[in-house]
């Protein structure tokens, strides 16, 4: 497969004419959050293209691409917070469409995109990647409204650089200037652009809507086996492991009584027996254990729960916090109001029991139709989530 010199998408207005429309100002949400996933060419995908909706759950069997599905995400999502290629896709070969036949040169690549909603309306980012013979940017398009903001094409190969061209509409239509070919171009862009005129500001704030959507994301797979021993006090932010759960609620409990008050509740339908309260006890020796407060004197250290109950209690810890407490990168100067949390859960029904998983998809629910958190999960089987209200399941077949 020949890598593209620039995604492939349907026909926009050219970068050096075009003149950006106004937007409808009639729409009321401006939270910053990713709506469609596009695998173009990316693993076994092929001209695919997902809707995200509040909460996501892709479902199949084992190979049916759920688990990529997630990757990708995850990787534009290590992009759009500006990481090397090389930490976006480690293993840039697996990447390459098994059947992907080398071009003259002996390159190969894929093809990966995501559409952002907000308040400059959708925003639309598509990426060609060359994976082989080495990893870098051949091509990338960032467009709103049917107007090309941003597109970079590899021209010198010999050079570790792509030509990138941005809307301007002032004296010079367009910008050009040399970019990196192992960045984003997009969430460069704030380096770059002087947001003089109005297309340079247009440029800024869907650069700006893309990045936001893509950094507020955090990846979590809770991991029993490590949550049941003490741990040292930290920094109070949960790692995507949740091993240090315990650590995360000493800090909770005592800062957020509302949220620690909806976590104990949700408790209650997935924790055998009472459950009176979750609490956090200092050890001599500076580490911090988590117990369960029975209500009868008795408290039950995590070490004795099932793992579908530590995941079911990690799981809706992190979906009832927030970027404050997860360990994500999010961008600090833009407002709570213009971000939304997503929420990367692979395997995310594995362990737990009917009850578990049904209270644990209506906390998802619940905060995705608050607005203030998403989830995009991977399932083998989602019979028991279709037809619930507020969730999108996407059935993938191998």
């Known amino acids: ?106 390159r190969r690549g894929f093809r990966i995109g995501c559409t952002a909603d907000g308040a400059q309306g959708p925003v639309r980012l598509d990426v060609a990647v060359q994976a082989e013979p080495y990893l870098r940017i051949v091509g990338e398009r960032l467009t709103a409204r049917g107007v090309v903001l941003l597109e970079t094409a590899l021209r010198d190969p010999a050079r570790r650089t792509v030509q990138a061209a941005w809307h301007t509409a002032g004296a010079a239509p367009v910008t050009r200037a040399p970019l990196p070919d192992d960045r984003l171009g997009t969430a460069l862009l704030p380096l770059r652009v002087a947001g003089k005129t109005d297309g340079q500001r247009h ?47 000493w800090r909770t409990r005592a800062e957020c009584g509302r949220r620690h008050g909806l976590l104990v509740e949700a408790l209650r339908a997935g924790c055998a027996g009472p459950v009176a309260d979750l609490v956090a006890e200092p050890l001599a020796d500076g580490t911090v254990r988590a117990l369960l407060d029975r209500g009868d004197g008795l408290r039950t250290e995590l070490a004795r729960l099932g793992d579908g109950e530590l995941r079911h209690l990690a799981l809706t810890l992190v979906l009832l916090t927030g970027p404050g407490v997860l360990d994500v990168d999010t961008p600090g100067e833009v407002p709570d109001a213009l971000r939304t949390l997503t929420v990367l859960a692979d395997g995310f029904d594995r362990a737990l029991d009917p009850r578990q998983r049904r209270e644990l998809l209506r906390t998802a629910a619940r905060m995705g139709e608050r607005g203030h958190v998403r989830c995009v999960a991977a399932v083998q089987d989602a019979s028991w989530a279709t037809g619930t209200p507020g969730i999108t399941v996407v059935h993938l077949n191998p």
Request: with cysteine; aromatic share 4%.
């Open 1 to 106: 497969m020949a890598v593209p010199s620039a995604p492939a998408e349907p026909p926009a207005t050219d970068v050096s004419a075009a003149t950006l429309p106004a937007r409808d100002p009639a729409s009321p949400d401006v939270r910053s959050r990713i709506t469609e996933l596009r695998l173009s060419a990316f693993a076994g995908h092929r001209r695919a293209g997902f809707p995200l909706g509040p909460v996501t759950v892709f479902a199949g069997p084992s190979g049916s691409g759920k688990t990529t599905a997630l990757t990708a995400y995850g990787a534009l999502a290590r992009l759009g917070g500006g990481a090397p290629l090389t930490e976006a896709f480690p293993d840039p070969a697996a990447c390459v469409p098994e059947r992907a036949r080398p071009d003259a040169e002996g």
């Open 203 to 249: 440029v800024l704030a869907a650069a700006e809507q893309m990045v936001v959507a893509l950094r507020s994301v955090f990846p979590c797979d809770p991991r029993p086996e490590h949550m049941r021993a003490p741990v040292p006090t930290g920094s109070g932010r949960l790692l995507p492991g949740c091993d240090n759960l315990a650590d995360v609620l």
